[in-house]
T-cell receptor
Framework: GDSVTQMEGPVTLSEEAFLTINCTYT??????LFWYVQYPGEGLQLLLK?????DKGSNKGFEATYRKETTSFHLEKGSVQVSDSAVYFC????????????FGTGTRLQVFP | DAGVIQSPRHEVTEMGQEVTLRCKPI?????LFWYRQTMMRGLELLIY????????DSGMPEDRFSAKMPNASFSTLKIQPSEPRDSAVYFC?????????????FGPGTRLTVT
């Protein structure tokens, strides 16, 4: 079945460091891919998405490219801020197989000044 | 749009009491999802509805949990009787299924504490 695998956290960085959070997926069809972010005490918010291979999603300085050949959707940011501290979830939508979102386990990011 | 609305935001109750959580999805969305989040188990899908009909309730922990969606703009998740291990944050999310993918919008959650 469909699945999403994320790197274990927490990821601890200093402010202005480069961020990569790895995400790989398994899907039977042609999924769309998402990154959600959850700030402390809040619900999940959509951060960015890509609906087909080679698409790049971007928002708030974050980027992720849909790589079909490596079944990956890694999240990157060139210079993190303390305010980016949150939990990040990778997810996929595979409409030909399921009408649910399949979530990864989440990766906690902690950014220190 | 007001987004997904959940109430109450916080609920503290004693073991054995009935708890009802409420959700109003985004207007026009035809899917509604209930999730539970804990430190130990992470984010778990409990049940979801399509056009007010329950599609998959395999994530509902046990018979103490029940969910209803009487109309397109309202859903409830009920726990009766509640137990301390039910303490968690419960999220409602909604989406629409006519875009070729299912992007979900989450509510702010209800933090439930059972003492």
């Amino acid at each position: 079945g469909d699945s999403v695998t994320q790197m274990e956290g927490p990821v601890t960085l200093s402010e202005e460091a480069f961020l990569t959070i790895n995400c790989t997926y398994t899907a039977t069809g042609y999924p769309s891919l998402f990154w959600y972010v959850q700030y402390p005490g809040e619900g999940l918010q959509l951060l960015l998405k890509a609906t087909k291979a080679d698409d790049k999603g971007s928002n708030k300085g974050f980027e992720a490219t849909y790589r079909k050949e490596t079944t990956s959707f890694h999240l990157e940011k060139g210079s993190v801020q303390v305010s980016d501290s949150a939990v990040y979830f990778c997810a996929l939508s595979d409409p030909g197989n399921t009408d649910k979102l399949i979530f990864g386990t989440g990766t906690r990011l902690q950014v220190f000044p | 749009d007001a987004g997904v609305i959940q109430s109450p935001r916080h609920e503290v109750t004693e073991m054995g009491q009935e708890v009802t959580l409420r959700c109003k999805p985004i207007s026009g969305h035809d899917y509604l999802f209930w999730y539970r989040q804990t430190m130990m188990r992470g984010l778990e899908l409990l049940i979801y509805f399509n056009n007010n009909v329950p599609i998959d309730d395999s994530g509902m922990p046990e018979d103490r949990f029940s969910a209803k969606m009487p109309n397109a703009s309202f859903s409830t998740l009920k726990i009766q009787p509640s137990e301390p291990r039910d303490s968690a944050v419960y999220f409602c999310a909604s989406s629409w299924g006519d875009r070729g993918y299912y992007e979900q919008y989450f509510g702010p959650g209800t933090r439930l504490t059972v003492t």
